[in-house]
């Protein structure tokens, strides 16, 4: 018989029908007439509840069948008289695939810390709160293909092995086939590259961005979604050393519309996560954040503040003339932190905030700068409880603009060529941004560890399985 | 006024509108009264015509619209004269973004060989057979992920950087972060990974399968779709050193199921190609392939043919009989070479074929030993062309079995304690495939060299831009 998948077999209404799950076993319960077997096939967060008549049914058997082991189970679809649950199956057949030894198998109790669950990422998909994470995940990322192959963007493969560090982005991963115990040098006693795979130097990729952009000044509008690394060693529940990241690419935009893209994104992801994963996230608010839901809602209903760094330092520097306590001084020209946006879009405006045109100095060469020659136009979407979730901008289409910016940021021009060819030939105007997929998961799940929201973390130390 | 794109303005009929566009100037012609700017903006392989009455333009002006430079054309939508075109616009006003030299622009002239256009391939996009191959890229890759997502498929991030090499199904890159210019060894002159950046020696996955398997244990029905590396000295056209591939992976499902999805999955994705990429597949059928669109119908309307390892060498040993040549012998046991596949495909059955049940031993330890002892349940998807496009397998769920083909293949156990633990706990029958995105990519676009279907192809000696 053909298996059903239980949230399918959770929808049947055709009582009586013969159905065959297969599943592993949460939890079984019973007295000597009856046994109750909770089954999950990792379809849903919602079991499906398996009836066993013991008169027709060797107890002995069912002995192996304690939570963990995997099940498949044939019998009836009845309404079921418990609550909270829709249908049951009458089990007239159940093979054992295998057990799960209860002296030893680790998700046998409830209630473990999250920490003890990232030890064992292995199994840790097999419990309800990682189920409805990775569900979740799934989800966010059909959502952002969905968006922008709508929207005629086409889905764009940035190298992940690169022999630039252009963007500056952070320390970089070193990538090598060299034998480390006979490293060759040249005369000047440096490290002979000529001898390594690629040739020279070669290292993972921090961001698509760079390569983005040629692609978006040949096809117009384009998207990077693909794993982007930092050696950075700091071991906080925001940072990752590897992580995925999307990043589009717009010919012709500017930044008013590129601000417009990347609401519409995000909203549009957030509501996607509302209308697909109700389960999952009810789940999640109830055992992890009640204020979930109502924060999702809040970001798809309101449209997101715009205003510029300058206002956004006004706004803090007038709070802290009322009072207001911050750990970092804000003062024009220095970067705000953390606990400054999360001021100004949970208490100030009580809305998502884009702030845009940054000081130059404190951003990257690549972007436009603005006519009063100390501002770019950088763009920040700041939301509630995460602080920054988009970093951006409309990027510097005049060749020579670019050349004088990179030389002063100190990009050597040799290793940009290929960049500065795109202003040399047909320059555009053009913007994009930056988002982390992480982070997305941070904000919609309500998890608070980004160890949590990836099957498997790589931190400093850490890249088991 | 709102910019429409050059693929949405060819589909309008309503003449006398004002429209803009912006794109990419692929030719100018005309004469002293008029020019026509033949204009692309990626969003299509088609160009659209811009008309320039040199009565009210001023051609001086007009001298740097060369070939690749970026204008912005705004007027009115007409029915086109010429032929083969649908409508064009008769230009009221011309912006130049961006000029492109005609004296250092590479793409100046036509016909460009493909190998100098892959030392070019931050330019190479704004070209019609790139371009047409990068749509046709990211449409491939929407298909994979609505062809799984709409079967209940969750999209499963396995790890890129990991600490473990189990597939031993290649070369690896090393990733590390320890100065090279001063190695720290322990008193067995051992590297001491203990100050590498995750404590001990890591490298760049070469397949997500096993971390996949964990995830179908738990989710039931996963993909992976993401970057995987080999750090093979292979110069070929078919190999790279970073390519992306696709991994599905399925709880419950058995070897019969595992191919009908590896034939569903390829029609599907071909038959989306056909669907959605008609003018691309039309220009490279009429450039490169004259069989193309005809190879692609061919794969949608015929059932793969199904059979074993052993009856595919005896059809081989009897063409050989019959004077068939190859350049490698044929024998039950040996590895079959892409002309032996081809031999099956293209000259026995002239259709794709599924192999399966092939020699243990030259197949992984993973994979489910049948009860003859000799043979386990792989499946290899051979296609015309190309060979073997698809690898997969009903794994072995037993643990005593596994473990014991484990250590005959010299797989340490301290490696893959926590793949053990899935057939430890809960274990059940399951298989996946894997298929190579560039292999099938190959497939679609007719291309030959695997270094023109993938943007900026990583291969050994070569990690430009």
């Known amino acids: 018989m ?7 077999a959770l929808k049947r209404t055709d009582y009586g029908a013969d159905v065959n799950i297969k599943g592993w076993v949460r939890t079984r319960r019973g007295n000597k007439n009856v046994s109750f077997i909770a089954l999950n096939d990792g379809s849903t967060i919602n079991n499906i509840q398996i009836v066993v008549d013991l008169a027709i049914f060797d107890e002995e058997k069912l002995k192996t069948v304690t939570t963990g082991a995997c099940i498949s189970a044939t019998g009836k679809l009845v309404e079921s008289q418990g609550k909270g649950q829709t249908v049951e199956i009458q089990a007239s057949d159940i093979v054992i695939y295998g057990g799960a030894d209860p002296e030893t198998y680790p998700l046998q109790k409830k209630g473990h810390t999250l920490e003890f669950l990232r030890e064992i990422a292995h199994l840790r998909p097999r419990t309800n709160t990682f189920g409805a994470v990775f569900r979740i995940r799934h989800h966010m990322a059909i959502a952002i293909h969905q968006f922008f192959h709508e929207r005629g963007f086409f889905y764009f493969h940035t190298p992940i092995i690169t022999a630039s560090d252009c963007e500056g982005a952070g320390q970089m991963f070193q990538v090598t086939t060299m034998n480390l115990y006979d490293l060759k040098k040249d005369e000047t006693g440096s490290i002979d590259y000529t001898n390594d795979f690629f040739g020279k130097q070669a290292s993972l990729t921090v961001s698509g961005q760079l390569e983005g952009e040629l692609a978006a000044m040949a096809l117009g509008s384009i998207y990077t979604f693909g794993p982007t690394f930092r050696a950075e060693n700091s071991n906080t529940p925001r940072h990752l050393s590897e992580f995925w990241m999307i990043e589009p690419e717009v010919a012709f935009n500017e930044i008013e519309e590129n601000m417009q893209l990347a609401q519409d994104f995000i909203q549009y992801c957030v509501k996607w996560a509302m209308d697909n994963c109700q389960d999952d996230l009810k789940f999640l608010c109830e055992m992890y954040d009640k204020e979930l839901i109502e ?9 997101f503040v715009r205003l510029t760094y300058t206002e956004g ?5 007038e709070a802290v003339s009322k009072g207001q306590k911050f750990e970092f001084p804000i003062g024009w020209g220095t970067d705000l932190q953390s606990e400054h946006e999360r001021y100004l879009v949970e208490q100030h405006f009580k809305k998502p905030v ?6 130059k100095e404190i951003k990257s060469f ?7 020659g100390k501002t770019v136009r950088a763009m920040d979407v700041l939301f509630p409880k995460i602080g920054e979730i988009i970093g951006g901008s409309q990027r510097e289409e005049d060749f020579q603009k670019l050349k004088t910016r990179a030389a002063e940021m100190g990009v050597p021009e040799k290793d940009i060529w290929w960049y500065m060819d795109t202003r040399r030939f047909g320059t555009a105007p053009h913007s994009g941004f930056g988002l982390g997929f992480e982070r997305l998961l941070l ?3 309500g998890m608070t560890n980004i160890r949590d ?4 973390p790589r931190t400093p130390k850490n890249a088991e399985f």
Chains 1, 2 share one sequence.
């Open 295 to 303: 924060r999702l809602k809040f970001v798809i209903e309101n449209d």
């Open 453 to 456: 929201v990836i099957p498997f």
């Open 366 to 372: 690549y972007m436009k700068q603005n006519d009063d």
């Open 313 to 317: 330092v006004k706004i803090l520097e």
């Open 443 to 445: 904000f919609v799940t």
């Open 354 to 359: 884009i702030l845009t045109d940054y000081p």
């Open 2 to 8: 053909q298996r059903t998948k239980i949230v399918d």
